[in-house]
């Protein structure tokens, strides 16, 4: 039976909707003792998980449910904020009704969502330096993969995505789109941008990244948040500065005062992870020292840019370039094993989410928006990457027709990747570098 269901969700096409989109065959294709569905939304702006926590808790528990079978578990555990109270009252009168399956508080702090993280605060067990949470039995998955892998159990592959309007946008709101809709079609949806000069950020303030052509850019698998903002806020600048420049001001202004090292969520664990020596070791491009692999560590969560620095710096733009090094050099993290110990300071060292938006200057666009049903766009652009790992391979032709949920995109033979589907009924009327479009014949 649980060959049976990693098949299932291999079939569908489920890949991990709140992260890099790791193919969920492969996680789910563990045996573990705990199940964590990731529900934290810790992200701010960010309301689609709450919204189908509420919403849709019954499905979201069938695929806990499913998950824990095949996965050999003893209990499966949905952690969400106590913020939302709406989903949390939800979520505990069903887990009421089951033996296995139970809620867990979290603390309004970011980043509450970072699987490690989360599994310190849930199981108290600390993750390996570049492990897995698989390393101390537990697998995590986000609240939309879970409802992704109830549909897969129906027959049903991953087509659709619900995601967040927010920002500068005449209505925000949550809302459900077919994989491969334009991103200026789901911006229209809401009333288009209510400025003239903006840029899109795909997923949330912290960890989200500046489209580069938001014209050209269609929702993923992944599209977790469509943020629009004024060209020259904050949250945008530092997600586009130059990298000559990051390494100009880094040997020019960091004062080496440790704050970005002092509120690591990863260093708070016990990993060997210092951004502030990192800060030194870009600046003297020493980049074949013991320090500069820490850098391997970082996860990019962007506290250390977004919220400690005092001189307004980027250690995490400057740990992604040194990492971009070392991988590209092939350098691995050496883990020799060493007992990690968590801070004291851990719980006084959180950053919580309300002056976390006052920082990032977001105060006006948290509004919390609500679910306003479906959109579906009149032709759609679905990338075949769209998911950690390889391309996936095309299996239909220009001038196929196709009705939403036919499959349009296999995984190569022995390699890790995620098949995709067709999202709306339609004729193919292209397919070029990697990107299948779909238009409807109505």
């Not at 537990?138 to 991953?158: F, Q, R, Y």
């Not at 209510?194 to 850019?217: H, Q, S």
Request: proline share 6%; hydrophobic share 40%.
């Amino acid at each position: 039976m649980a060959h049976a269901i990693v098949d299932t969700i291999r079939e569908a096409g489920v890949v991990g909707a709140g992260g890099a989109g790791l193919p969920t065959h492969v996680k789910t294709n563990a045996q573990v003792d705990t199940v964590l569905v990731n529900g934290a939304s810790c992200e701010p702006l960010l309301m689609s998980d709450p919204h189908l926590m509420e919403a849709e808790t019954e499905t979201m528990l069938r695929g806990l449910a499913a998950v824990v079978e095949c996965t050999g578990a003893s209990r499966g555990i949905v952690c969400l904020k106590g913020k939302h109270k709406k989903a949390m009252e939800a979520v505990r009168a069903a887990c009421a009704k089951t033996t296995n399956l139970e809620a867990f508080e979290l603390g309004d702090f970011y980043p509450a969502g970072d699987e490690q993280v989360l599994v310190k605060e849930v199981l108290g067990r600390v993750v390996p330096e570049r492990g897995l949470p698989l390393n101390v039995g537990c697998v995590v998955s986000n609240t939309e993969t879970m409802v992704n892998i109830a549909h897969a159990l129906d027959g049903k592959p991953v087509t659709h995505r619900y995601l967040t309007v927010a920002g500068e946008i005449a209505h925000p709101m949550v809302v459900k789109v077919p994989v491969g809709t334009p991103v200026m079609d789901v911006l229209n949806h809401a009333g288009g941008p209510t400025i003239r000069e903006y840029r899109v950020v795909d997923g949330g303030p912290m960890m989200g990244r500046v489209l580069a052509n938001a014209t050209k850019a269609s929702v993923t698998k992944t599209t977790s948040g469509l943020l629009v903002l004024p060209p020259d806020h904050n949250v945008v600048l530092r997600k586009v500065m130059d990298p000559v420049q990051v390494r100009r001001l880094t040997f020019s202004i960091c004062c080496q005062c440790s704050r970005c090292t002092d509120l690591c969520p990863r260093n708070l664990l016990g990993h060997r992870l210092h951004p502030n020596k990192l800060m030194q070791v870009f600046a003297s491009q020493e980049m074949d020292s013991p320090v500069a692999r820490e850098a391997l560590l970082c996860s990019e969560c962007g506290i250390c840019e977004k919220f400690a620095c005092p001189m307004l710096l980027s250690p995490r733009e400057v740990n992604i370039q040194i990492k971009r090094v070392l991988m590209g050099n092939g350098v691995r993290w050496d883990n020799k094993g060493w007992e990690l110990v968590p801070s004291a300071f851990r719980e006084e060292r959180r950053v919580p989410t309300q002056r976390l938006i006052q920082r990032l200057d977001i105060v006006p666009y948290d509004t919390h928006p609500h679910y306003e049903g479906e959109f579906t766009p009149k032709t759609v652009r679905i990338p075949l990457k769209q998911h950690l790992g390889a391309p996936s391979v095309c299996t239909v032709q220009v001038g196929a027709t196709v009705r939403c949920g036919d499959l349009i995109g296999e995984i190569p033979e022995g390699a890790m990747a995620a098949r995709i589907h067709a999202s709306i009924d339609g004729v193919v009327t292209s397919v070029e570098n990697n990107v299948v479009t779909i238009s409807s014949q109505g």
